[in-house]
């Protein structure tokens, strides 16, 4: 796998949660406890990992990395199995898979990481920087824009997030985008 930064997002991960709004970690444990249970590997993603990450920020759901096969059934129709939570005292529970659209290196990474929590055996872990930072652009949402430029701002690698960030190139670019305006920020410019 890629160069991560496991050892800060280790030590984050156990204080974003516990910064968490009660609903919310509630919705957090409880749903990590069914997900354990149903001995389904998830790879904690979204603002959770946001936070673990060092850019704090109110977080309203929770967002897993899984494998289609682990958490949903049918092809056509897809349904949740059943035990699944997809919501918990009114907190949404996401699940984030891989998509055929994704290049190849960002679904081996998906892949490899709920692998790896597969192999723990705590069914559980956090995403690394880089895959984080390319979901977030992905998406390219204004609120994830801000994600990234929060997390550039709270210490994130960008020299390591850079060398490991794949296509598409609007990706890349919106990377150095995100870059440019936390260091002016940072700046004062």
């Not at 210490?155 to 190139?169: F, K, M």
Request: with cysteine; charged share 30%; net charge negative.
């Amino acid at each position: 796998m890629r160069e991560t930064m496991k050892s800060q997002t280790i030590l984050n991960f156990a204080e974003a949660v516990e910064n968490l709004g009660p609903r919310v970690r509630q919705a957090y444990e409880l749903s990590t406890e069914a997900l354990a249970r149903l001995a389904i590997p998830h790879i904690v993603v979204g603002g959770i990992a946001v936070c673990a990450y060092g850019h704090a920020r109110s977080v309203n759901d929770v967002d897993y990395l899984v494998l289609t096969g682990d958490v949903f059934e049918g092809d056509v129709v897809r349904t949740l199995r059943p035990g699944v939570p997809f919501k918990v005292s009114g907190v949404a529970i996401d699940y984030c898979v891989e998509r055929d659209t994704y290049p190849l290196e960002v679904r081996d990474a998906m892949r490899e990481c709920v692998a790896e929590a597969r192999e723990r055996g705590d069914k559980s872990g956090i995403v690394p920087d880089w895959l984080l930072v390319w979901m977030k652009l992905c998406e390219g949402r204004h609120k994830d824009v801000a994600d990234v430029e929060g997390l550039v701002r709270a210490g994130l690698d960008v020299a390591a997030v850079r060398a490991n960030l794949p296509g598409p190139e609007r990706v890349r670019e919106l990377f150095e985008r995100c870059v440019a305006a936390a260091e002016g920020e940072t700046r004062g410019t």
